[in-house]
T-cell receptor, first 113, second 110 residues
Framework: DGGITQSPKYLFRKEGQNVTLSCEQN?????MYWYRQDPGQGLRLIYY???????QKGDIAEGYSVSREKKESFPLTVTSAQKNPTAFYLC????????????FGPGTRLLVL | DQQVKQNSPSLSVQEGRISILNCDYT??????FLWYKKYPAEGPTFLIS?????DKNEDGRFTVFLNKSAKHLSLHIVPSQPGDSAVYFC?????????FGAGTRLTVKP
């Protein structure tokens, strides 16, 4: 079964803590993306990666970091520098950077304690 | 700078009737448009798309219309079913960069 998995489904962060959201895909897609969704807003791009060992900042990269050491994995770290981390985080992938259709994971809801 | 706008945050229709969801964009260079459907606490799922060289694409109950002169995109669902109740996002692509609208919540009443 091909698809994108994200874990955990819910994540709680304490003040000053870094947390890492997992994203794995077995679609053999080259490109992967992280979006943030806030109520009443569309999806906003945090980071994207066109290929292994390469990634680029999106529109709202401040306070986040990523890595792409393996094709199938694109973890997102929400650092303590991100002052408003409470949101729904979505990971997506496409066959290539120019791929027209992105396929999304089920999302992770991050809450601050 | 919101390049893709969905001005109606919600829409309610009766089962069996037509649902029309609208989307406007500002950048005439967008070359591909998509609609995604999203249920609560789930990721968006791809619904239908259209290239900028076309003005209509149909897939079963779903039809997307593109009016490039007006920079307007619409999704028609006929007939609407209760299972169609979800948030619908339109998206536009330019050189691989995808921009999303804020979404419209569709409620189909039995």
């Amino acid at each position: 079964d091909g698809g994108i998995t994200q874990s955990p489904k819910y994540l709680f962060r304490k003040e000053g803590q870094n947390v890492t959201l997992s994203c794995e895909q077995n679609l053999n897609h080259d490109a992967m993306y992280w979006y943030r969704q806030d109520p009443g807003q569309g999806l906003r791009l945090i980071y994207y990666s066109q290929i292994v060992n390469d990634f680029q900042k999106g529109d709202i990269a401040e306070g986040y970091s990523v890595s792409r050491e393996k094709k199938e994995s694109f973890p997102l770290t929400v650092t303590s520098a991100q002052k408003n981390p409470t949101a729904f985080y979505l990971c997506a992938s496409s066959i290539s950077a120019g791929g027209k259709t992105q396929y999304f994971g089920p999302g992770t809801r991050l809450l601050v304690l | 700078d919101q390049q893709v706008k969905q001005n109606s945050p919600s829409l309610s229709v009766q089962e069996g009737r037509i649902s029309i969801l609208n989307c406007d964009y500002t950048n005439s260079m967008f070359d591909y448009f998509l609609w995604y459907k999203k249920y609560p606490a789930e990721g968006p799922t791809f619904l239908i798309s259209i290239s900028s060289i076309k003005d209509k694409n149909e897939d079963g109950r779903f039809t997307v219309f593109l009016n490039k002169s007006a920079k307007h995109l619409s999704l028609h669902i006929v007939p609407s079913q209760p299972g169609d109740s979800a948030v619908y996002f339109c998206a536009a692509i330019l050189r691989g960069d995808m921009r999303f609208g804020a979404g419209t919540r569709l409620t189909v009443k039995p």
